[in-house]
């Protein structure tokens, strides 16, 4: 039976994304362990820091219903947030960079209508209330954590040795 790792990360963040890249070079070497993503978000509306990932997050869940490559979105929105820095609080923006991945139309009527923002809402209450994070990325697995440093961030040598201890 794969073991869980429960991974919170937002869209926009730095350290998330710098996270993903240590986590999807490891894992090969973990594969009892399964993952489940939870994206929350790190600055919701109405705080003021932004861009505001609200819509990748809610993109996500539209892409998982509707059977996409998790990765290969997760890949799509880092780089939309962080590398080519596109308007990511565009419904439109968002569309058009991920057409290739999901059905771009389909996308942008469920962004537009907002049909995935009690799953968004549910996602943030679990990462902050229910799961004690209080930074991202923060890593939960059989009752243990790892949660990063502000403005650090959680190291790929911490990860290793979080993720081994499941052996």
């Given at each position: 039976m794969k073991r869980e790792l429960e991974v919170?990360?937002?869209y926009a963040c730095p350290y998330c994304f710098r996270a993903?890249?240590?986590?999807?070079?490891?894992?090969p070497q973990y594969p009892?362990?399964?993952?489940?993503?939870?994206?929350?978000?790190?600055?919701?509306?109405?705080?003021?820091?932004?861009?505001?990932?609200?819509l990748c997050i809610q993109g996500y869940f539209f892409a998982l219903e509707n059977g996409a490559d998790a990765l290969a979105y997760?890949?799509?929105?880092?780089?939309?947030a962080l590398i080519d820095r596109i308007d990511i609080e565009s419904v439109d923006a968002l569309a058009d960079f991920?057409?290739?991945?999901?059905?771009?139309d389909a996308f942008r009527l469920a962004l537009r209508q907002g049909t995935y923002q009690k799953a968004l809402a549910e996602a943030n209450r679990l990462a902050f209330e229910r799961s004690g994070v209080w930074?991202?990325?923060?890593?939960?697995?059989?009752g243990r954590k790892i949660d990063s440093v502000e403005n650090?961030?959680?190291?790929?040598?911490?990860?290793?040795?979080?993720?081994?201890?499941?052996?």
């Open positions: 919170f990360f937002d993903h890249g240590y986590l999807t070079e490891l894992m009892q362990l399964g993952i489940v993503w939870r994206p929350c978000e790190a600055h919701p509306r109405p705080d003021r820091y932004g861009p505001h990932s609200d997760h890949d799509r929105m880092y780089r939309a991920v057409r290739d991945l999901v059905d771009a930074v991202v990325p923060a890593y939960r697995m059989e650090i961030g959680v190291s790929k040598e911490q990860l290793r040795r979080f993720l081994s201890q499941a052996d």
